[in-house]
Structures are given as C-alpha cells and as structure tokens.
C-alpha cells in the first residue's frame, strides 16, 4: 500500500535576520545584499520559495460528500505553505531600505 507523503515548510520563526543580512537594499548595493540574504534562505532550506520549485498547493480542498453535494473546506498544507512564505516575505521585506520599498508594493509572495 502506497504511503501519501504531505510536504512540510520550515518555519524558523526564531532566526535574527540581521546576523545573516547586515545591509539594508539600496539603489548601489543589490550583489551584496543579494549574496547575503541567499546565504539565509540556503541556509534554512526554503529556496524552493523564491526559485519556484514547488509551486503553492490549492487554497482550498472540494471533497464530494455522500449525498453528492460538495464540501469546500481550508487546505492545511497550503496553510502551512503560505506562513512560511510570508515569514519569507517578511524576511526579505525588513532587509529593503525605505527607498526601495515603494517596488514591492502589491507583491503577495516571496518569489514575485
């Protein structure tokens, strides 16, 4: 019998982002702040997110009941993938100066 593997998304809440990315992005600095912040996200294994390697699961789960109505209900899996992206976000976020903040407005995941 075959097993369904469900896929885990690290969240390492806990983690000081400024002892890995020292810099905040500016309109001069883009390579080392770029070298620094994939230095993290390598380092705690979420390049999946911003390479899109594995794309976002289904928001939702439609499950057909037995009386042939259809149940539409949260799907855990993308919950879980969706904290660690925002984590992510956050991540990347809080290493933009201010002046380059204005390009990211209207982004909703770590990859756009």
């Not at 899109?52 to 057909?64: D, L, N, W, Y």
Request: aromatic share 8%; proline share 5%.
């Amino acid at each position: 019998m075959a097993s369904i593997v469900t896929p885990s998304y690290p969240y390492p809440y806990n983690l000081k982002v400024t002892n890995f990315v020292t810099i905040k992005l500016n309109q001069t600095n883009f390579l080392i702040w770029k070298t620094q912040l994939l230095g993290l996200i390598e380092s705690q294994d979420m390049t999946e997110f911003i390479e899109g390697e594995t794309a976002a699961p289904e928001p939702t789960i439609k499950r057909t009941k037995e009386d042939g109505t259809v149940e539409e209900r949260v799907n855990p899996i993308y919950q879980a993938w969706r904290k660690s992206d925002r984590l992510l976000r956050g991540w990347i976020t809080g290493t933009l100066a201010e002046e380059v903040m204005g390009t990211i407005i209207g982004l909703q995941t770590s990859k756009e």
